[in-house]
């Protein structure tokens, strides 16, 4: 099965601060995904990128949330202004094109927003 | 917007005892539908999946789920379970021509040796 790495696998910050979360995919594709997972709740949809552009997005995925391929081959999401509630796992995947939209899970990384 | 049901929150069987998990979904058109794991500690793997064809899928480590349309339901079984298929299992739906994946809520597997 095709890889996701995520880095880091764990941050933390300070609520306020900017984080940057990466994703670097082992193959090229096309379609990239953000997802999150607040302890003990259900997986959530944030972001759909595709062709570096966002194709879709979540009622979640508000003005403080970015994401770009800013060297073609990372794929980052950004949060300009942590919040406590952002506090939770965030993983990325990414689609095989033809693949009728299943998705490759990273293995996530762990936000703890003090 | 479609959103995805399982009605089990936290399942607790013993070792080669059936499993059956349910998983309904509103939403009335074409849709691709999955089922992942997600072992304690680990990310999220794909179980199985359901495009088209036989409603009936296999996936990995023994398990099977059923699709019937007129139920919007994709129930996940399998005969009998191990002490390893302890995890958190999760339906997700995927409508045709969207990418977007909703999930459920997820369902917690507890297998007792």
């Known amino acids: 099965e095709p890889e996701v790495t995520q880095t880091p696998s764990h941050q933390v910050t300070q609520m306020g601060q900017e984080v940057i979360l990466r994703c670097v995919p082992i193959?090229?594709?096309?379609?990239f995904y953000w997802y999150r997972q607040i302890l003990g709740q259900k997986v959530e949809f944030l972001v759909s990128f595709y062709n570096n552009e966002i194709s879709e997005k979540s009622e979640i995925f508000d003005d403080q949330f970015s994401v770009e391929r800013p060297d073609g081959s990372n794929f980052t999401l950004k949060i300009r202004s942590t919040k406590l509630e952002d506090s939770a796992m965030y993983f990325c995947?990414?689609?095989?094109?033809?693949?009728?939209?299943?998705?490759?899970f990273g293995p996530g990384t762990r936000l703890t927003v003090t | 917007a479609q959103s995805v049901s399982q009605h089990n929150h936290h399942v607790i069987l013993s070792e080669a005892a059936s499993l059956e998990l349910g998983c309904n979904y509103s939403?009335?058109?074409?849709?691709?539908l999955f089922w992942y794991v997600q072992y304690p500690g680990q990310h999220l793997q794909l179980l199985l999946k359901y495009f088209s064809g036989d409603p009936l899928v296999k996936g990995i480590k023994g398990f099977e789920a059923e699709f019937i349309k007129s139920k919007f339901s994709f129930n996940l079984r399998k005969p009998s379970v191990q002490w390893s298929d302890t995890a958190e299992y999760f339906c997700?739906?995927?409508?045709?021509?969207?990418?977007?994946?909703?999930f459920g809520t997820g369902t917690k597997l507890q297998v007792i040796p």
């Open positions: 997700a739906v995927n409508p045709g021509g969207y990418q977007k994946v909703t």
């Open positions: 995947a990414r689609e095989l094109a033809g693949s009728s939209y299943e998705q490759y």
């Open positions: 193959s090229n594709h096309l379609y």
């Open positions: 939403y009335g058109g074409t849709v691709n």
